[in-house]
């Protein structure tokens, strides 16, 4: 069973900087994609930014410039470093993976966790 769980989320201050983690967990050997999706209060889910398993990456034309997506494949992690946060930027943050294999089988579906808030306020 392959869950993923994030952490990081807070309250920040306009112009300040959060760090999310997320981690997967499972008997996983691979993970083609994982990124972060974000869904603000009354809006619908959007790409925030997503890594491939060859270090490819798109990033949502709001944060260029300001989020920068990692992952450690050993660890099956991804993370995502928000700078110059913006008022605009909060909303829950969702960890997203497609296309895990795990014990030689490979799943083309994607996984979601459950969230993570973040608020920027002053």
């Known amino acids: 069973q392959v869950q993923l769980v994030e952490s990081g989320g807070g309250l920040v201050q306009p112009g300040g900087s959060l760090r999310l983690s997320c981690a997967a967990s499972g008997s996983i050997s691979m993970i083609n994609v994982m990124g972060w999706y974000r869904q603000g209060a009354g809006e619908e889910r959007e790409l925030v930014a997503i890594?491939?398993?060859?270090?490819?990456?798109n990033y949502a034309d709001s944060v260029k410039d300001r989020f920068t997506i990692s992952r450690d494949y050993t660890k099956n992690t991804v993370n995502l470093q928000m700078n110059s946060l913006k008022p605009e930027d909060t909303a829950v943050y969702y960890c997203?993976?497609?296309?895990?294999?795990?014990?030689?089988?490979?799943?083309?579906?994607?996984?979601w966790g459950k969230g993570t808030l973040v608020t920027v306020s002053s």
């Open positions: 997203n993976a497609v296309g895990i294999t795990t014990m030689s089988v490979f799943d083309a579906g994607q996984y």
């Open positions: 890594m491939t398993r060859t270090g490819s990456t």
